[in-house]
């Protein structure tokens, strides 16, 4: 156990329905990322927040956001879903906004059909 | 950008035998430096890192040296076992970013 929690671990729904990711981040880390990875794509960075606070972006597409909230956990929306955002969707987190390396939690797969 | 390049795999090796899997970056700066490891149906677990040139980084017998001359950060291991089956990606951190920019990803099965 990485103490990255990640729910729900599984979750298939519709196109063009909405979804949340959870992500509770290690005791002690303030900053939460949130990385996409697929076969063709790899390992996208999605975005980072630190503190409550969003602090970088990556290739986040604008149908999707995120928030962290007042107890550091972390939510993932992803709305008009398309089949091309079935994806394992992973949260890290670690303890400042400069990074020396992060603890990921077990991702969260996601099927549009 | 800043990028990483990785071999592509897969990797098939007889258990016992000596691992390399190369990588090499391009980064303005001087970035940080990461292998990661991805066990089937698991998220990434951090392996090694490396901050500065001509540090190595070791850890359950893997290491890996952080060459700014030739930009690499090549991951070796003398003795593989059936358990180090997994994804080993190669990642770096700028410093001017927060995010880690991860390789492809390269897939090494350990036969015994």
């Known amino acids: 156990d990485s103490g990255v929690t990640q729910t729900p671990k599984h979750l298939i729904t519709a196109t063009g329905q909405r979804v949340t990711l959870r992500c509770s981040p290690r005791s002690g880390d303030l900053s939460v990322y949130w990385y996409q990875q697929s076969l063709d794509q790899g390992l996208q960075f999605l975005i980072q927040y630190y503190n409550g606070e969003e602090r970088a972006k990556g290739n986040i597409l604008e149908r999707f956001s995120a928030q962290q909230f007042p107890d550091l956990h972390s939510e993932l929306n992803l709305s008009s879903l398309e089949l091309g955002d079935s994806a394992l969707y992973f949260c890290?987190?670690?303890?400042?906004?400069?990074?020396?390396?992060?603890?990921f939690g077990s991702g969260t797969r996601l099927t549009v059909v | 950008g800043d990028s990483v390049t990785q071999m592509e795999g897969p990797v098939t090796l007889s258990e016992e035998a000596f691992l390399t899997i190369n990588c090499t970056y391009t980064?303005?700066?001087?970035?940080?430096l990461f292998w990661y490891v991805q066990y089937p149906g698991e998220g990434l677990q951090l392996l090694l890192k490396?901050?500065?040139?001509?540090d190595k980084g070791s850890n359950k017998g893997f290491e890996a040296t952080y060459r700014k001359e030739t930009t690499s950060f090549h991951l070796e291991k003398g003795s593989v076992q059936v358990s180090d089956s997994a994804v080993y990606f190669c990642a770096l951190n700028s410093n001017s970013g927060y995010a880690l920019n991860f390789g492809k990803g390269t897939s090494l099965l350990v036969t015994p």
């Open positions: 490396a901050t500065k040139a001509d």
């Open positions: 980064a303005t700066g001087y970035p940080s």
């Open positions: 890290a987190s670690s303890v400042g906004d400069f990074n020396y390396g992060y603890t």
